[in-house]
T-cell receptor, first 114, second 121 residues
Framework: QQQVKQSPQSLIVQKGGISIINCAYE??????FPWYQQFPGKGPALLIA?????SEKKEGRFTISFNKSAKQFSLHIMDSQPGDSATYFC?????????????FGKGTLLTVNP | GAVVSQHPSRVICKSGTSVKIECRSL??????MFWYRQFPKQSLMLMAT?????????EQGVEKDKFLINHASLTLSTLTVTSAHPEDSSFYIC?????????????????FGEGSWLTVV
């Protein structure tokens, strides 16, 4: 059972455009939703994260929109640049005990054309 | 953000030998570290969770005797691939859970290492 569904699988955007990646989750116990950016051959880097008590969070060109009732959250990259070309993973987690772990989406390969 | 260092970044070993990969949290103490495996163009597959001072918790389908995980200190976890075979060749990534004293002060933030490419020949 895939607990976090991510779409699209791949995305091509022109420089300066807006990139939008969507994720949907099933487990209502999830209470932390980070996004990671991964370049080829590198480990994922934390981009931005949100908690369900907030509907939107913005950091620079990156914005997370969160819809608790729909159990969906999305990443918006404004003014997309070729340097943003990477694979993006959404994730979700719950609680804070010793069993804490992230559940990842399958990833979105973003290509920003110059 | 906090830094997680992984070493070596690339390793080639002969079939049947063992290889160790180290994961260090450089500027924070991590009570929990995680090991992932990633195949090309796929998502991260959690192999195991290690809590400092206790045995690792392995995900279903991961061989405990093949992938030995040790979390001996609050800043170091190691993954040893024993009796490696070509099918173990993969990209292995560790991560560490940062405490609330580390930005962004959530207590739930997980920072990843740069990954280690293992090639078994």
């Amino acid at each position: 059972q895939q607990q976090v569904k991510q779409s699209p699988q791949s995305l091509i955007v022109q420089k300066g455009g807006i990139s939008i990646i969507n994720c949907a989750y099933e487990n209502t116990a999830f209470d932390y939703f980070p996004w990671y950016q991964q370049f080829p051959g590198k480990g994922p880097a934390l981009l931005i994260a949100i908690r369900p008590d907030v509907s939107e969070k913005k950091e620079g060109r990156f914005t997370i929109s969160f819809n608790k009732s729909a159990k969906q959250f999305s990443l918006h990259i404004m003014d997309s640049q070729p340097g943003d070309s990477a694979t993006y993973f959404c994730a979700a987690s719950k609680g804070g005990g010793s069993n804490y772990k992230l559940t990842f989406g399958k990833g979105t390969l973003l290509t920003v054309n110059p | 953000g906090a830094v997680v260092s992984q070493h070596p970044s690339r390793v080639i070993c002969k079939s049947g030998t063992s290889v160790k990969i180290e994961c260090r949290s450089l500027d924070f103490q991590a009570t929990t570290m995680f090991w992932y495996r990633q195949f090309p163009k796929q998502s991260l597959m959690l192999m195991a969770t290690s809590n400092e001072g206790s045995k690792a918790t392995y995900e279903q389908g991961v061989e405990k005797d093949k992938f030995l995980i040790n979390h001996a200190s609050l800043t170091l976890s190691t993954l040893t691939v024993t009796s490696a075979h070509p099918e173990d060749s993969s990209f292995y990534i560790c991560s560490a859970r940062a405490p609330q004293t580390v930005p962004p002060y959530s207590g739930n933030t997980i920072y990843f290492g740069e990954g280690s490419w293992l090639t078994v020949v």
